[in-house]
């Protein structure tokens, strides 16, 4: 009788966001006993991906989240390692406005747990100035044209 008091006292939002809360705790103790048990990468991403967490006040699924972030990446989707390092960025700005749990599961979620940030950068620095010399030439062979003296 107590509980039923209890339960009746709590709004929709509230049972609606407890419900979230459960989701979290079983995303998050799932995740855990899998690295326990020494569970792959890819079997840690397909469990965080499923996961639950708590952004903006909102509970949001993990996978949905970082397709959202990856989608963002426009302004150098041209190149790839850019475009990684760009997503990897994102995705730690948003880890560190949640809690520890769920910044772990976003990070295996969105494949970047065991990624180092300095190593992505220099990746993507790289890539982009080959792309530059495969467009544009090293520029040292050739000729400067005066396009003014025509």
């Not at 326990?36 to 952004?55: N, P």
């Not at 909102?58 to 041209?78: G, H, M, P, R």
């Not at 090293?138 to 025509?150: A, C, K, T």
């Amino acid at each position: 009788m107590e509980d039923e008091n209890m339960q009746s006292l709590l709004t929709k939002d509230d049972r609606e966001w407890l419900h979230g809360l459960g989701l979290n705790l079983s995303s998050w103790r799932e995740l855990t006993c899998a690295k326990f048990r020494g569970a792959t990468s890819g079997e840690l991403m397909s469990i965080a991906r499923r996961g639950c967490i708590y952004r903006e006040g909102a509970w949001v699924n993990a996978c949905d989240l970082a397709e959202k972030v990856s989608k963002s990446i426009t302004w150098n989707a041209q190149v790839f390692e850019a475009w990684n390092y760009g997503f990897a960025c994102k995705i730690h700005a948003i880890c560190t406005t949640l809690s520890s749990f769920d910044a772990d599961i976003l990070l295996t979620a969105s494949g970047f747990d065991k990624q180092d940030l300095g190593e992505l950068s220099r990746a993507s620095s790289e890539a982009v100035a080959a792309a530059y010399r495969d467009l544009y030439g090293d520029g040292e062979d050739e000729e400067e044209e005066d396009y003014y003296d025509e």
